[in-house]
């Protein structure tokens, strides 16, 4: 399932990088040659071209700088999230994310009912099998989940409402875990939630890749529409002038 994740995002990351590429260049280098022309004739430019004058000069003389700050702020967050109480809430607060948040917890909650479906027909104990399980979960909230679901079912909880107690699965995954704890039916059941939510991943993920490409194309476009607009902008108001 990892594997698809990437697979998945390749396309939108590569098309990311090209369309900031191409920005990057046109304000570096085609648009200082043409707004010099402009600047020469000591007119007022309009606003638009005046912003866009900004943001060559700042990709021009400061990009060095940005690559640092940026450097930095990668370690500083990264050294962050290795504190145990700044990676749970960091976790806890990709879950509440739209849409990244489902496809975190889809994610785990896929691995976790494979996993857990797989040992227990294996004949691995239940209490075992959670135990494993917790272990392929990334986020924390949701591992903490399972670890706690383990101790009430030591306790002579029903699995199901172990795991519902902190709502972090899916409510059909906990159905049908609780529908097979009733009737027997415990490693029929694990299968099938797993495979439900395998699915529902798949039909997610290729709805976001669907997604993402064709906005990049429109970020793209309307991004180079603005600095031809930018562009176009003082020849017009030079032709006002001059009628």
């Known amino acids: 399932m990892g ?13 990311m990088v090209l369309s900031f590429a191409i920005v990057s260049f046109l304000l570096a280098y085609v648009v200082p040659q043409v707004v010099a022309v402009f600047e020469s004739g000591h007119q007022e430019l309009p606003i638009a071209t005046r912003i866009l004058i900004g943001m060559s000069d700042l990709i021009r003389h400061y990009w060095f ?3 640092i700050v940026i450097a930095i702020a990668t370690w500083g967050f990264l050294r962050w999230l290795k504190a145990p109480e700044a990676r749970l809430r960091w976790d ?3 879950l509440r994310v739209p849409l990244v948040g489902k496809l975190i917890r889809g994610l785990n909650t896929a691995r976790f009912s494979r996993t857990f479906s797989i040992l227990t027909a294996s004949a691995v104990p239940v209490l075992e099998a959670l135990r494993i399980s917790a272990e392929v979960v990334n986020n924390l909230p949701m591992k903490k989940a399972v670890e706690d679901a383990a101790m009430r079912v030591r306790e002579g909880a029903p699995i199901g409402k172990s795991l519902a107690a902190r709502k972090l699965f899916p ?4 159905h049908l875990i609780s529908s097979g704890e009733s009737s027997g039916e415990l490693e029929k059941m694990l ?8 699915r529902e991943m798949d039909g997610l993920l290729s709805t976001m890749t669907n997604l993402l490409g ?3 194309v429109v970020f ?8 031809v607009i930018a562009l176009l902008l003082p ?3 030079l032709n006002d002038l001059v009628k």
């Open 3 to 15: 594997q698809q994740v990437s697979n998945a995002l390749v396309y939108p990351i590569v098309l």
């Open 65 to 67: 700088y940005a690559l």
């Open 92 to 94: 806890r607060f990709l």
């Open 171 to 174: 409510p059909m995954m906990i």
């Open 191 to 198: 299968e099938r939630a797993a495979t439900n939510q395998e």
């Open 214 to 216: 064709p906005f990049m």
């Open 220 to 227: 793209m476009g309307a991004v180079v529409m603005f600095i």
């Open 235 to 237: 020849i017009f108001q």
